[in-house]
């Protein structure tokens, strides 16, 4: 499995725990959307997308199946999170106003 690329979408709406989006290509075949950078008590994780079911719970709708595989992708997502967050930073410094690309849920 290789990642091909990673985007992420900052999230700037008050002191929720959500701070941004992923999305990430695998392989240059297969994307996979809407996984969620989280900020909580010990840090910030990683939660893949997933989907209310009947019962009220939630489910993962893409996950890892190897934890293996699951620690590289979230640290992937992690560093590239860090990389928006630092450019993000880096460009309002420049730009009074400026911001990188960001979402709100």
Sequence with gaps: MNIT??????????DI????VASVIIDD?????????IDGSDGSF?????????SGEYRDIVHPIKSEV?????ALILDAYDQAVQE???????EPGGQAEQFEE
């Design 5 to 14: 690329d990673i985007r992420i979408r900052l999230v700037k709406k008050g």
């Design 17 to 20: 725990k959500l701070k941004g």
């Design 29 to 37: 075949s297969i994307a996979v959307h809407d996984i969620k950078i």
């Design 46 to 54: 990683v939660a893949m997308p997933s989907r209310k079911g009947p």
């Design 70 to 74: 699951r620690k590289y992708l979230c």
């Design 88 to 94: 993000d930073a880096e460009l309002a410094e420049r």
